[in-house]
């Protein structure tokens, strides 16, 4: 099993920026892939970033150009830089980990983007 923990969320104004952290823990052998999804109430939670152990990323388009993923393989940690917040960025976002073919999950933390 693999356990996640997410940390950085909270409230910022429009325009400003938050830094996300996730740390991986417990059985890993070798985690493939990391990501950051986001779902808000009455949402499908969609992927906002995900990068794989090589570094090579994917971003949604809604995201692209404002937030930046990156990982530390060797802290089992994973990133979401996030530049030019606005207000429909506001969503609970998770961490999510890939090792075995299984996927792992965070408990969340929100993010609220409001004057």
């Known amino acids: 099993q693999v356990q996640l923990v997410e940390s950085g969320g909270g409230l910022v104004h429009p325009g400003g920026s938050l830094k996300l952290s996730c740390v991986a823990s417990g059985t890993i052998v070798r985690i493939v892939s990391m990501g950051w999804y986001r779902q808000g109430p009455g949402k499908q939670r969609e992927l906002v970033a995900s990068i794989t152990r090589t570094g090579d990323t994917n971003y949604a388009d809604s995201v692209k150009g404002r937030f930046t993923i990156s990982r530390d393989n060797a802290e089992n940690m994973a990133y979401l830089q996030m530049n030019s917040l606005a207000p429909e960025d506001t969503d609970v976002y998770y961490c999510?980990?890939?090792?075995?073919?299984?996927?792992?999950w965070g408990q969340g933390t929100q993010v609220t983007v409001s004057s």
């Open positions: 999510q980990a890939t090792q075995l073919n299984r996927f792992y």
